[in-house]
Structures are given as C-alpha cells and as structure tokens.
C-alpha cells in the first residue's frame, strides 16, 4: 500500500475543507484535500439564500451589530449553543463576507434611493442611504431581528464556491478527486490520517498527516426526502465514530427545511419567504400568521416546518397523486425581481415541477436539510478525545447551532470555521502537540483492516442481503419515524428496526465484484457507516425526553431545561455492537451571556434550569454596575470570547453607523 505524507489532510472538498487547507497552506503547511467529486460540484454549491453577517448596511438592518446576531443565534439554537462560539462566529462573520469579496464573490450591492419591497404582503418604500450605496447588501431571513443576510441573487454558494475554489488553486492547495476515506489511522488518543480508496481503481493509499480534519458536510441522504446532495451521506461523521474515541454530538437535532418543492425535495430558498413569499394552504389562506402572528413565514425554521405539518394534520393540505402538500406563492414579487434575485428558484420550478412561479404558486413541503449534530469538537475545530483530529462545517458540532440552526448561519459557518480551525491547525503543527511519531506497523494495520472489510464484501460468498434495499428501508424508516414529530413508541421502533438492518448489513452480497468502479461495492461499505449515523440520530432522539429546537417530542411537548439542557455525546466503542454508547455534556447556565428564557414563538411553556434566575441577576447587577459603558466592554464583562479567537481575526467590525477611530 502506497504511503503518502502531509501536514494537513483535510477530508472533503467543500467551503469549509478548501478554507482550512487554504488557511493551512498561507501558514507554511503542505496540505491535501480529498474529495469524492471535483470541489466545484461540492454541496456547498447548493447554498441559495446567502450568507449571515452583521454588516448593517441596508436601511433594514440598521442597528445591527454582533450583539444582535448573537442573541439572534443563541435563541434560534433553544440555548443548545455553545456561546463562546457563537460570539467566535459572529465577530468573524463580517470579516469572511469581506475577505470573499476580495477574493471576487459579486455580492449584490446596495444602491441608494428609493426601492420597492414586499414586507407582510404589502408593497413597501424604503430608502437606501447614500452613504451605503454599493456596499453589500442584505436581505430578510427566518429568525432574525434585522435584515442580515449577504447574498449573490440565489446563487450564493455557487458563488463562494467558485471563488474560494480559485483561491486554493492559486495557494497550491491539491485537491485528490474521487478519492474516499474509509477508515481514519489512529491510536486510540492520536489520529495520524486516513486510509482512502480511489473510486476509479480500487486502489487504497495510506495518506498520513500531523493534523487531520474532516469537512464532509452533512446526513441529510439517510433520510429518503432531503435537500442534500447524494454524497451528503454523514460518511465523515461515521469515520470519526468508528474510531471509538472520538464522540458525535448531538446527533438527534436534525432540521427540516419548510420549503422542500413537492415531491422532490429540492431546496427553494429561505430567500423567498425573506423577500415577501407567503405560505397558503389547499384553499389559499395564508395560515401562518394564525400561529405565529409576529414573524409568520419569518419564524425560525423548526416553528414554521411544525406549523406546516401541524396544518396539513388538520386537513388543509393541497392534494395530488403524491400525497399532500402547500403553496408558496412569490407571484406577489413580480416577474422583474423573480428572474434578477431569484433566478435558480425559478428554473429549479420550470424543470422539476413544470411552472413558471412568477405565475403559479409553488408546492412545498417540509424536507430534511440539515444536521445540527456532528463530530463533537473544542472551539479550535478538534476532537477533545481523539488528538490530531480536527471538524469543520457541518460535520462537526462546533457547536454554534444548538438544536436549530438560523437560515444563512450554515454556509456562513463553512468559511468562518474553515478560517478559525485552518488557524488552530496550524498552531497546532507547529507545536510539539503536533509531532509525530508513528509506526509504519500501524499503517500497515488500518490498511489491512480496511482490505479485509471490502474483501469480505467483494469475495465472502456467502451474503445473502442487497445493500441498497437495506439503504432505502433505513431511508423510510428514518422519513417516516424521526421526523419533525417525534414518539416514543415511533422511536423506539425506528431504533429496533434499524439494529436489525445494521445486523444484516453485515451479511451483504454483491452480484458484481469488480474491485475497481464498483457502485454496488460502494453502496455497500457506505450503507453499513450510515446506518450507524442513523441509530445515533434515533437513539438519541429516543432518549431525550423533551422537545427543544428542531427536536420535537409530541409526548415530552416541553423544553426541559433542568433535565435537558445538555449536549447529547454519542460514541461507538465496539465494531460488533448495534448501538451507540451515549453520555451528556452538560452546558454552563452560569458562564453563559444569555440565559435560558423564551425564544419569541408559541406559549412560554419550559422548564427553567435551576441556576438560570441566578444568572439572570447576576447579569441584571453587571449591567447596571456598567450602565453607559462601551457595549464591547459590557459583553467583555460578562462573556469573555476575544481571547479564544486566532490572533488575526481579533478586533472590531467597522460599519456605516459604527466607525472605528
């Protein structure tokens, strides 16, 4: 087996993976980047709406500031964030937006003068100030107070995609295509890379590295009705469990997307509901003002895909021969701004559903979109229990995100964490911490051990069992029993069934067993890691009995903050069990900026922590003791995060109505 050494092996060819080998490659390191297809046609490429970042141009977003999104994040999550690392993201956010327009991202402009928006259904005047003319502009999204997020039209990712691709072509960053890992090379304490197949041949390489990151993206495809890509499989989360040290973190927060195109599943933007769409239902009412009568179709992403779900229950569903479904209808925005700001929405209508949606409404129904949990990591993007390996983007449970991630947070986090652990990574190298000091023994060892996984496969004979019926049974049972609503009884039967499928998946045979391009093979190895992925989503879900953020238990309808407000660790400790080991992390009320209250949507039913109310005096006597103070030295106060920060990106964002001296 071939043997091939780096500083930095980044698994995963997205925005966050091409951020982190560009960041390491700036420092001095050597580093490589896998990727199962050309890094342009990662799934970053499938982010619309845009990005978050408190630039507080447009004359709807002005006020904002870090505070802003910061308790617009914290609240969005249901207090499962960890703070220091959403105050980490949302001082760098600005930074990224700016450092991608001078890597040459066309963010959309501000032009000043008078505009035409649809705000409520309404047509409404705003005035752009002239001093903003031509700076990045922002428009509306789910769950936030201002309007915050950046954005190319609809084609937002695409976008940074391209543009940060081109900058790791020009750091001398080699990106391996269709190459995947299999299994990472470790210890037990200290990761040293990973043993990867070529997709083409067959071949596997040993690739060793001093620090190794996985920036894999999400597990939407373990679900049968997902926005994700098809390689959005949760292989890089199934690489980090099967190590047996390393842990993943709240696996069972899984958000569904309001507006999946029906029946398909694709994405439409966030964007469109932000630009003034409104949901209606079978006889076009608009019913999400019933429910929530402040932010309506604005509301934080979990809530409104609830309500959704929640209205079709009572028998206003659209109907059609694939079953039940809503209306989006952005008619009301015009043809003029449809095919400016949201092209891609409207060509994904004309070839998928047939309409020209400046025309006809859009049929929409919640779809799984993204995984909150990941491979649980320190704010420096590494592992705490598996040294030298590090996670970034959705991968990983950073964990800015809690139980609910905010619409534009995602791919703002790909390029903030792709920053911040890029840094950390090369601190990291150039520390003795990352030396190292391997024996070519257990190279050999990890490669022969993934040579006799896919042998078994390829030659054992005797399996009886097809891979991609055990995959699409897995797929049903997660889209029909861990879902937005969730029961004991549904989770405890999504849990036994998938403990039988992993069991058979162990007997899997192949009809064809070419070692080489072998999609059967692939399906295969890859059904097996996801099905462990999945028993960590149900397991969990089944084991927390209450309902916060995207996690909602119809029998435990209440977040339960005394019992609950803890982050879910899941691990794998033997290759032979069927279940995952669970253990909790419990989060600090006392050290915490914000502190559990109500997150502004439905009644304010929750079970305080017993330690929020001291808290909340404690910060009440700050904030008077300091009462007139600069707002960065009250949060400094009562939060310090600047220190956690890279040195580089420290320091203050600069804005129209907060200059810096």
Known sequence: MKVIYTDVLVIGGGLA????????????HDAIVLSLVPPKRSHSAAAQGGMQASLGNVAKGQGDNEDVHFEDTVKGSDWGADQQVVRMFVNTAPKAVRELAAWGVPWSRVRQGDREVIINGQKVTITERAAAHGLVAQRDFGGTKKWR?????????????????DQAIASGVPVHERKEALALIHDGSRCYGAVVRDLMTGELTAYVAKATAIATG??????????????????GAALALET????????????????????????????????????RDAHGHRFMPDYEPEKKELASRDVVSRRMEEHIRKGNGAKSRFGEHLWLDITLLGRKHIEHNLREVKEICQYFLGVDPAEKWIAVRPAQHYTMGGVRTKHTGESPTLRGLFAAGEAACWDMHGFNRLGGNSVAETVVAGMIVGEFIADFIESPKGDIDIPTALIREAGAAARAKLDTLLHGGGGTERADALKIEMQQIMTDKVAIFRTGADLEEAVHRLQALLVRSRNIGLRHRSDGPNPELVTAYRTQKMLKVALCIATGALTRTESRGAHF???????????????????WKDPSDTLPCLAYEPL????????PGWRGYGAKDYVDHPDTPRRA????????????????AVQSEIMPYEHMLPARFRGRNERIDERMS
């Open 588 to 595: 600090d009320v006392l050290s915490m900026e914000l502190p």
């Open 17 to 28: 993976g091409l951020r982190i080998a560009i960041g390491a490659r700036r420092r001095g």
């Open 218 to 235: 999400g597990a939407g495809r373990v679900y049968r009705v997902t926005t994700n890509a098809v390689i959005c499989e949760g292989i």
């Open 149 to 165: 997020t950046c954005y190319v039209s609809d084609g937002t990712g695409h976008a940074m995609l391209f543009a940060v691709g």
């Open 244 to 279: 047996g040290a390393a842990a993943l973190g709240n696996m069972e927060a899984v958000q569904f997307h309001p507006t999946g195109i029906f029946p398909a599943g694709i994405l439409v933007t966030e964007g469109c509901r932000g630009d003034g769409g409104l949901l």
């Open 553 to 571: 238990r119809e029998d435990f309808p209440r977040r339960d903050d005394a019992h609950w407000l803890k982050r879910t660790l899941a691990t």
């Open 617 to 632: 005096e404690e910060l009440q006597r700050l904030r008077e003791r300091l009462q007139g103070a600069d707002r960065h």
